[in-house]
């Protein structure tokens, strides 16, 4: 079977099986994060408490990616998945037994949130740098990045939902539950693909992480693409993605909603974010991603600026979904320019640091807004949030404009 051009990269079998992995798991992903928000504050009935959360769970993430990166880089991508999506099942069950059986309090959801963020700082750069090794034509990698994105989001339009439904009838324990089940189909997936050479970045048999890791560092800083990227998606991170982390608060303290309400606020957001994952797959022209990202940064903050003065579920979720589109075009847009600027042997450490732009940065900026959620009402925190980050992404569209032949030349060297 011959795929269409904007589903391009499913033509490639490793690729195709983890693509129908994902569909499947990202679902069981996404009840599991509805869940765990309205949890966390049914116990506690707190912004900060959201905000603590997020943090608890990106910390490692923040701590330990651009080591991971360095580490990952020598080692089979598919085995170490292998192991961390193996650890994410028992992690699972475990949260699972301890909210059905009642015994479970916020301590325990933070101790879960850290110990989660601790396999994701390994997980998520190896997801994103084992795409390369799955799809059959390099210029195949940036369709795969979008189709990847448009099963996250289809999963965010459904997962919630289903999950509101399911909180609402069963309780969370079982949105738990159905999260570790959906693991073992990418555990299956990883198993069954076929590849001529083990999905190994470096082929040196040396191997200093520590030293690895600097120089990585080094290369960000000294590459101006990398490096005005890197801390654009970070700006856009802090300030603007701390409205999905709020999404809660907005739902029972805003709008005075139940767990349906939430899951119609995710789905617009879904809705947005989907639409965004198409017309990302549908491009042809990496080079064009740079004007994506940059554009779409900037109108991020202000899309949660709007939403900021939803006062109905109707209105909050046609107000979300720009919030969705925005996000997930400034991500996948990144992440592409990324991994089709990156030599191979690079790639891990330099994804690493995408990983803590857009995962290990935003929980301080979700404290933050947590906060001030707290001082001033969640509508108040969400309109600041959103100008600061459309400001800040306004100055780094200028510069990055500026540094659009060095980016070109960048893609054109891989392509060779």
């Not at 990883?190 to 050479?197: D, E, I, P, Q, V």
């Amino acid at each position: 079977m011959k795929f269409p051009n904007t589903l391009r990269a499913l033509n490639s079998r490793n690729y195709r099986l983890f693509f129908t992995a994902e569909v499947i798991s990202m679902t069981g992903l996404w009840m599991h994060r509805i869940a765990m928000g309205w949890l966390v504050f049914r116990l506690t009935n707190s912004n900060s408490a959201l905000g603590i959360m997020d943090f608890a769970a990106s910390l490692p993430i923040c701590l330990v990616s651009p080591f991971a990166g360095a580490v990952i880089e020598h080692i089979d991508l598919r085995r170490v998945l292998i192991f961390l999506q193996s650890c994410c099942v028992v992690l699972a069950f475990t949260l699972a037994a301890f909210t059905i059986t009642g015994f479970v309090v916020f301590k325990i959801l933070v101790a879960v949130a850290v110990l989660r963020g601790l396999i994701d700082a390994f997980d998520l750069p190896s997801r994103y740098s084992l795409v390369s090794y799955m799809v059959d034509r390099r210029e195949d990698v940036s369709n795969a990045v979008a189709l990847n994105s448009t099963v996250f989001n289809s999963a965010r339009m459904i997962g919630p939902t289903v999950g509101g439904f399911v909180i609402k009838s069963f309780g969370e324990g079982f949105c738990f539950v159905s999260n570790g089940l959906c693991y073992i189909a990418t555990i299956c997936a990883l198993r069954a693909m076929k590849m001529k050479a083990p999905p190994i970045g470096s082929k040196s048999s040396k191997s200093n992480p520590l030293r690895e890791t600097l120089e990585g560092l080094r290369i960000a800083r000294d590459f101006a693409p990398y490096r005005y990227f890197l801390i654009l998606i970070m700006i856009t991170g802090f300030f603007a993605f701390p409205s999905i982390v709020l999404m809660p608060a907005m739902a029972k303290s805003v709008l005075h909603g139940d767990p349906g309400t939430l899951g119609l606020l995710l789905m617009g957001v879904a809705m947005g974010a989907l639409t965004g994952s198409l017309i990302m797959a549908s491009l042809t022209d990496i080079s064009k991603c740079s004007w994506w990202c940059t554009r779409t940064c900037a109108a991020f903050g202000a899309a949660v600026a709007i939403f900021s003065f939803s006062r109905s579920a109707a209105v909050g979720l046609v107000l979300a979904a720009p919030v969705g589109f925005c996000m997930t075009c400034c991500c996948i847009s990144c992440n592409t320019l990324l991994q089709s600027m990156t030599p191979a042997a690079s790639r891990s450490r330099i994804m690493a640091l995408y990983t803590l732009a857009i995962i290990g940065i935003p929980p301080f900026g979700s404290l933050s807004a947590g906060k001030l959620g707290d001082w001033l009402g969640t509508s108040y925190s969400l309109l600041i949030c959103g100008i600061l980050c459309t400001i800040n992404a306004l100055y780094f569209l200028r510069k990055i404009d500026r540094v659009q032949n060095l980016i070109v030349d960048a893609l054109r060297r891989e392509e060779e």
